[in-house]
């Protein structure tokens, strides 16, 4: 289970640095580097990585909960764990490509690897 948390954390610091280096080579990073009060509208490419990491910011929570308590529980939510943090993995990716059905796949793929590892634990 640790290596599916830590895997999950290395996952986060890619979502968390996508948008941004798709910023710098539209707005340099003198722009970066300041307030950011007053970003441009992104480009849609930047608008997509946003946005996945928005969706990635309100899974991780429930994820680490949910591998924290099996952990604490000893429980085995390793499958579930195991196919949340693949399905996210794919999920980037598909965003940032447009392709709306197979990302959608993605993602409730990987609630569905969230709900094992709310069974395993309960």
């Known amino acids: 289970m640790l290596t599916w948390i830590l895997a999950a954390i290395v996952l986060h610091v890619v979502y968390v640095l996508t948008p941004t ?3 710098f080579p539209t707005e340099g990073i003198s722009t970066h580097m300041a307030g950011r009060d ?10 997509r ?5 928005a969706n990635w910011q309100e899974s991780l929570p429930v994820f680490i909960v949910l591998a924290l308590l099996a952990v604490f529980l000893e429980a085995d939510a390793t499958t579930g764990a195991m196919i949340f943090v693949l399905a996210r993995v794919a999920y980037l990716p598909l965003y940032l490509t447009g392709i709306p059905g197979v990302r ?3 993602w409730t793929v990987a609630v569905i690897g969230l709900v ?3 069974l395993a634990v309960f």
């Open 38 to 47: 007053d970003l441009p509208k992104p480009g849609p490419l930047a608008g």
């Open 21 to 23: 280096m798709l910023y």
């Open 49 to 53: 990585a946003r946005r996945a990491l």
């Open 104 to 106: 959608t796949l993605a």
């Open 116 to 118: 094992m590892m709310a």
